[in-house]
């Protein structure tokens, strides 16, 4: 059994990464009430370390490919577990927004690690094995990180999502400094510093351009100023790119037609399945009174869809044109949101929720194990680790980008829903104190009306933002139907693809295969 310790130490951190994404999401009513942050800071919670990632994974392939993936792997470790902890012990919104980026830079490094440690570890059929394994845990990640970090915050409390990283943290070291041999590409050249700077600016600019446009609109000097800044900023980046002899992203990789539509599918999937869910979990827990544990069996069906479809139908889909698996699963991603803005009104509970998220579930267990695939087919065999690389950039900005439109979409959404009357309570609304505004409103009639203008707008609000997200899943899949010729067909060997995990890292061998 000694020969699969190496998968052991991969699987773990992995399992950590995928899960400190979906662990977050029903803990945010807690952290609200505890640190007293408002709406736009419960966004920040949950897109900087998206943006993070997606900001620095390029760059962390290669400088992995440099001076060595073991290395850059046990730093990443080391850096998420302080952060983890950083995290559990925040005094303030402030506070944990910081660790939280810090902890996606530590997330960045151990993702853009994994795939290339694995091929460097197993040849042959072992190889399949282990991508296959890495793939189910990191499926399985994805459905249970909400069951347990719902456990954590009912019985611990939020902060303990963060505090039980450091044992994970210490056992995947402890495997990888065992069993886990150090590899480094001898060709790799140096790192691009000016792009990584330009790309971090332009995606912050522009999310922060979104998340504050529900407060500011879309026509005051501070949305405009920040939007120009990253407009401004990737600008540079392609100016940069264009000139580098050593680019993080080879512009010319977007010659290819179907690699211009992996790219956007690759965003549209992340923002339209998973944007959402964090203000559907808002919804449960504070103006349905739903436990973190109850709403994270809520969110189940999708993830579990997704894994079940992606591992099963996976084998059956491989001879299909990427087109159809790719165009086919973002269109039932669309038709998934619209069902769910068509059932849901006010007064509906969670059960409304439930045959979309199955839909958007299928839908992501279609389309993502063909998107790795199809990049690498796009391009050159000796672009592809930097193919694999720039879909999963795509994925991570995308669920960043979704988190901050669908925001600005579901705030507005609550405003009209309250009315004139009531355009006050949008941001308590917003932020989970609809339990405390009906725990404080007296009883009798005024109750009965306040809990009725709050099932309003949260309505209003969700309804408006499955839309959008319907929107993007469709814009997603006509993007794949118009551009994208003929598809490749995965292999029995490729490793498995799950939710949140699209593609090789950049500088990985499995990338090149």
């Known amino acids: 059994m000694r020969k699969w310790l190496p998968l052991t130490a991969v699987g773990l951190g992995a399992f950590m990464l995928l899960v400190d994404v979906t662990i977050v999401t029903v803990a945010l009513p807690g952290m609200a009430a505890d640190l007293r942050t408002d709406f736009a800071g419960l966004q920040w919670v ?3 370390y998206a943006l993070a990632l997606a900001a620095l994974l390029l760059g962390a ?4 490919d440099r001076i060595g993936r073991r290395r850059v792997y046990l730093g990443g470790l080391a850096l998420f577990a302080a952060a983890s902890l950083a995290c559990g012990l925040a005094t303030g919104p402030g506070e944990l927004i910081a660790f939280r980026a810090v902890q996606g830079i530590g997330g960045a490094a151990m993702f853009a690690t994994t795939m290339a440690l694995l091929s460097g570890a197993y040849q042959g059929r072992d190889r399949g094995i282990a991508f296959g394994v890495w793939g189910a845990v990191n499926g399985a990640a994805a459905a249970a990180g909400p069951i347990i970090g719902g456990l954590l915050t009912d019985h611990f409390g939020w ?7 450091l044992p994970v943290c210490a056992l995947a070291v402890y495997v990888t400094l065992k069993a886990v041999a150090e590899s480094r590409d001898p060709h790799a050249k140096g790192l691009d510093l000016p792009g990584m700077a330009a790309f971090t600016t332009g995606a912050g600019a522009v999310t922060y351009a979104m998340i504050r446009v529900g407060e500011n609109g879309w026509s005051s000097p501070t949305t405009l100023g920040l939007l120009g800044l990253g407009g401004a900023a990737f600008a540079a980046f392609v100016l940069v790119e264009l000139r580098s002899s050593r680019p993080m992203l080879d512009l010319s990789l977007f010659r290819s037609r179907t690699f211009v539509a992996v790219m956007a599918a690759g965003l549209l999937l992340s923002g339209a399945a998973f944007s959402y869910l964090m203000y559907v979990s808002l919804w449960l827990q504070s103006a349905e009174g739903m436990s973190p544990v109850g709403t994270g069996l809520v969110l189940v069906p999708m993830s579990a869809a997704a894994f079940l479809v992606s591992a099963v139908a996976g084998r059956l889909l491989h001879a299909m044109p990427a087109r159809l698996t790719i165009g086919g699963g973002l269109l039932l991603i669309g038709v998934g949101a619209l069902l769910q803005a068509w059932m849901l009104d006010a007064g509906d509970g969670w059960s409304a929720m439930v045959p979309g998220l199955l839909v958007t579930g299928v839908g992501v267990g279609v389309a ?10 796009a391009v050159a065999p000796a672009r592809a680790g930097m193919a694999g690389g720039a879909l999963n950039t795509a994925r991570q900005l995308g669920t ?11 705030h507005a959404g609550l405003r009209d829903g309250l009315g004139e009357g009531g355009r006050g309570l949008s941001e308590p609304l917003a932020s989970g104190g609809a339990g405390r505004l009906l725990a404080g409103a007296p009883a009798g009639a005024a109750r009965e009306t306040l809990n009725a203008l709050v099932d309003s707008a949260f309505a209003s609000g969700l309804r408006e933002t499955f839309l959008v997200s319907a929107a993007m899943g469709l814009a997603g899949a006509l993007a794949v ?3 994208v010729r003929t598809g490749p067909r995965p292999g029995p060997g490729a490793p498995a693809a799950v939710p949140g995990q699209a593609a090789p890292a950049a500088g990985s061998p499995a990338a090149r295969r």
């Open 46 to 48: 949950m897109d900087v």
């Open 481 to 483: 139907f118009l551009l």
């Open 400 to 410: 960043a980008l979704g988190i901050a439109v669908l925001g600005a979409v579901f």
């Open 159 to 165: 902060r303990w999502i963060f505090f039980i990283n």
């Open 368 to 377: 993502t194990p063909a998107l790795a695939a199809t990049a690498m087919e």
């Open 61 to 64: 392939g290669s400088l992995a």
